[in-house]
């Protein structure tokens, strides 16, 4: 059997349940090489086995436009041959520095990163900025502009609003998640406690970067619920003392995840810029809305988008909304309208 090497790239994923778009497979006339730490699945080893087979019988030159689909089980992915990539013997196509491999090494694992293919994540690499700061150094200020994510390398970092401290965070952890949620407007300040060393990341990158994970935006909704709810918690005495303020002191996101939170039955209405909006909640979830002519998710979408104006919240609901759906899931909700603000 005469020598043959081909590397193929994912460039589709419908649900596969063990690949990612930008994953190789590396087919011989011996073996077939699977991404790095993936496992092997048989389906794909079939039908590889028999693609081997005609590309080797084949005379005509390798055709690297032509897309191959696997059978699929639960999901399906497509893939195709990389130019000139006979010969790499990596499966990636990445190289690194020294010191970035130690780098990559030592984050890789973190929750936050360990579900983003890793040839996708080393590319990134360079969008990090590395940072030390010194014991109560204020890496955050609230209501001040903050654009960056900081991943935390080591030392200590305490997330307060004024006064009133909200949780602590460690080695492998976030913060700016909110600002990044929000307009880019700290909503608490973020000190460290100790000599801490962090990574920077722009918000802009860090979309690019979680954009073929579906998994880190889905751990970046729980992270934002759960930060939410301490924060709430730490807030709920003037919270439930006084349910009306201004859209400058609490973007829509936030306020909206506040009433999802304490699972609030209810009308929030709010005037802003283009006129009166309206959401109705039941036990915290969205079930009629509406602004500037738009009404279910569209009216949610837009309310996302406002930084001026004012709000209050009425507890109880008219008869026929009690017996309403919901328009959808509440956190996708969020992290859709976010991503459409992002994007204008």
Do not use: W
């Not at 590396?26 to 077939?32: D, G, I, K, N, Y």
């Amino acid at each position: 059997m005469k020598s043959f090497r081909v590397v193929f790239q994912i460039v589709e994923d419908n649900n596969c349940p063990l690949y990612e778009l930008e994953d190789r497979l590396v087919l011989s006339e011996r073996s077939l090489a699977f991404p790095e730490g993936k496992e092997s699945c048989l389906i794909l080893v079939r039908e590889l086995t028999q693609l081997l087979f005609e590309l080797m019988d084949s005379s005509a030159p390798n055709d690297y436009k032509k897309k191959y689909t696997c059978s699929g089980c639960t999901g399906l992915i497509k893939f195709q041959q990389i130019v000139g990539q006979e010969s790499d013997s990596s499966g990636t196509g990445s190289h690194l520095s020294e010191k970035e491999q130690i780098l990559f090494d030592k984050i890789h694992n973190y929750p936050l990163l360990r579900s983003i293919p890793r040839n996708h994540l080393k590319k990134f690499l360079g969008c990090f900025e590395g940072r030390v700061a010194k014991k109560d150094e204020i890496l955050i200020n609230k209501k001040q502009l903050n654009e960056h994510l900081y991943l935390l390398l080591s030392g200590q970092v305490i997330v307060e609003d004024g006064d009133v401290p909200i949780t602590r965070l460690t080695e492998g952890e976030i913060c700016g998640e909110m600002s990044y949620f929000g307009d880019s407007i700290a909503t608490t300040s973020v000190r460290a406690l100790e000599k801490t060393k962090f990574l920077a990341i722009h918000g802009k990158d860090f979309s690019k970067l979680i954009h073929k994970s579906g998994s880190v935006q889905i751990y970046m909704a729980q992270l934002l619920a759960d930060r939410l709810t301490k924060a709430n918690a730490a807030r709920a005495s003037d919270f439930e003392s006084c349910m009306q303020g201004r859209l400058k002191d609490m973007v829509p996101a936030e306020l909206l995840q506040v009433f999802h939170m304490h699972q609030k039955t209810g009308v929030l209405g709010l005037d802003l810029p283009r006129g009166s909006a309206r959401i109705s909640f039941l036990e915290g979830s969205i079930v009629v809305a509406s602004y500037a002519g738009k009404k279910g998710q569209d009216a949610v979408f837009a309310i996302l988008g406002e930084r001026e104006g004012v709000y209050n919240f009425t507890s109880g609901l008219p008869d026929k909304e009690m017996k309403e759906s919901a328009i959808g899931d509440f956190m996708m909700l969020l992290m859709e309208g976010v991503k459409r603000f992002d994007e204008e």
